[in-house]
């Protein structure tokens, strides 16, 4: 009985105390007029259907979004044979937004690193690269929708 009460006691609390999730708010006032990709077109594309998630036509705040996305890998460990064991990635994104309204720029860049280990099979090293590029390809997405959210909320 006792944990019945504090349960409610706490769901009392937490609905009454004003706190709001930006993340579940509906209310979007964004309506991206164009995006422009620039550099690595795959990457690009997964960011662009992220985007254009949040575009409303109805919105009052007309942007335009120019994305430079850049992939480079590098070997990060060797074994004693000189055989490669480990790639680091790196996807760097460059965000211009062009407010139409107001012909304001706001630049923002966006970095990501990861690595992987080399497998014995190459395809599967190549898979394993391509799992890990999309993982953080989604970590940018987020960040950037994040970045609207705060940038242009109420």
Request: glycine share 4%; aromatic share 6%.
């Amino acid at each position: 009985m006792k944990k019945f009460l504090n349960l409610f006691l706490l769901l009392i609390f937490m609905t009454s105390c004003g706190y709001k999730n930006i993340n579940l708010e509906d209310g979007n006032d964004l309506n991206i007029s164009q995006i422009i990709l620039v550099g690595n077109k795959k990457i690009g594309r997964i960011l662009q259907s992220e985007i254009s998630l949040i575009s409303s036509s109805e919105g009052s705040d007309k942007i335009a979004i120019n994305l430079s996305s850049n992939k480079s890998k590098s070997v990060s460990n060797k074994d004693n044979s000189g055989k490669i064991t480990k790639y680091d990635i790196v996807i760097t994104v460059d965000l211009i937004i062009t407010s139409l309204n107001s012909e304001k720029i706001t630049r923002k860049s966006f970095i990501k690193t990861g690595s992987f280990d080399v497998k014995t099979k190459h395809i599967d090293t190549i898979n394993t690269e391509k799992k890990e590029t999309r993982n953080l390809t989604n970590q940018v997405a987020e960040e950037i929708l994040n970045y609207f959210k705060i940038s242009y909320k109420d």
